[in-house]
C-alpha cells in the first residue's frame, strides 16, 4: 500500500464548476499538508500550505484536511479552463522528514 | 528575486555517459529537495539536501548516483553510466528554514538517455 494514495483521474468539467479533489494518507504522523498544481513541462507550484487538521481558503481554493480519516481535500469553485492542470498533494511529518507526493489528478476545465 | 533555477532544462545523453543536473535555490534558501518524476507519475524523493550535508538520501539508488550541495555555487544531481531508464524530468526545490514544508521548484531538467 502506498503512504498516500491520489485518483490519477483525468477528471472533465465543465467551466463553473466546482472541482472536488481528494488524497487518502496511512501515516499517522503527518502533520504538514499541502497541494501543488503542475501544469504540462512546469515544475510544481504550491496552492495551499495547512498545517494539521481543519479548512484553509484562498480565493477560489479551499483545502480541508481530516486527520481522524486520514483523507484531505481541495475543492475549486467556479473553475475556469486555466486551472486546467495536474494537482499534487503532499504531505509530511514536519522538520526533517522527507515531503511525500500523491501521483497527481488530471484536471480538464471544458470551456 | 530569482525563483528556483534549474539547468539544463533539457539534457541527451547515450547510454553509459554522465549526466551532471545543476539546481540554484532561491536566495536565502539553504535547502533542497531532488525529485524524479516519470510521464503519468507523482514526484519521486530522490535526496534532501543541506548547504555542505545531506540530511536524507534514502530515495536515490545507491549505485551510479550521487548529490551534493557546496557550501558556494549551485547543487548538483550527478548520474553516472547513464541507462534508458534514467529518462525522465528532475526537478529541484528549495526552502529556507529545515521545518517548513513551503518547497518553491524549479522549471526541472528533462533528460533523455538514448
Known amino acids: 500500500q502506498k503512504e498516500v494514495e491520489q485518483d490519477p483521474g483525468p477528471l472533465s468539467v465543465p467551466e463553473g464548476a466546482i472541482v472536488s479533489l481528494n488524497c487518502t494518507y496511512s501515516n499517522s504522523a503527518f502533520q504538514y499538508f499541502m497541494w501543488y498544481r503542475q501544469y504540462s513541462r512546469k515544475g510544481p507550484e504550491l496552492l495551499m500550505y495547512t498545517y494539521s487538521s481543519g479548512n484553509k481558503e484562498d480565493g477560489r481554493f479551499t483545502a480541508q484536511v481530516d486527520k481522524s480519516s486520514k483523507y484531505i481535500s481541495l475543492f475549486i469553485r467556479d473553475s475556469q479552463p486555466s486551472d486546467s492542470a495536474t494537482y499534487l498533494c503532499?504531505?509530511?511529518?514536519?522538520?526533517?522528514?522527507?515531503?511525500?507526493f500523491g501521483t497527481g489528478t488530471k484536471l480538464q476545465v471544458i470551456p | 528575486n530569482a525563483g528556483v533555477m534549474q539547468n539544463p532544462r533539457h539534457l541527451v545523453r547515450r547510454r553509459g555517459q554522465e549526466a551532471r543536473l545543476r539546481c540554484s535555490p532561491m536566495?536565502?534558501?539553504?535547502?533542497v529537495y531532488w525529485y524524479r518524476q516519470l510521464p503519468e507519475e507523482g514526484l519521486k524523493f530522490m535526496v534532501y539536501?543541506?548547504?555542505?550535508?545531506?540530511?536524507?538520501e534514502s530515495g536515490m539508488p545507491k549505485e551510479r548516483f550521487s548529490a551534493e550541495f557546496p557550501k558556494e555555487g549551485p547543487s548538483i544531481l550527478r548520474i553516472q553510466q547513464v541507462v534508458r531508464g534514467d529518462s525522465a524530468a528532475y526537478f529541484c526545490?528549495?526552502?529556507?528554514?529545515?521545518?517548513?514544508?513551503?518547497?518553491?521548484f524549479g522549471p526541472g531538467t528533462r533528460l533523455t538517455v538514448l
Open positions: 503532499a504531505m509530511s511529518a514536519g522538520g526533517y522528514q522527507k515531503v511525500t
Open positions: 539536501l543541506q548547504k555542505e550535508n545531506i540530511i536524507d
Open positions: 526545490a528549495s526552502f529556507p528554514l529545515r521545518d517548513t514544508n513551503e518547497q518553491f
Open positions: 536566495k536565502g534558501h539553504s535547502h
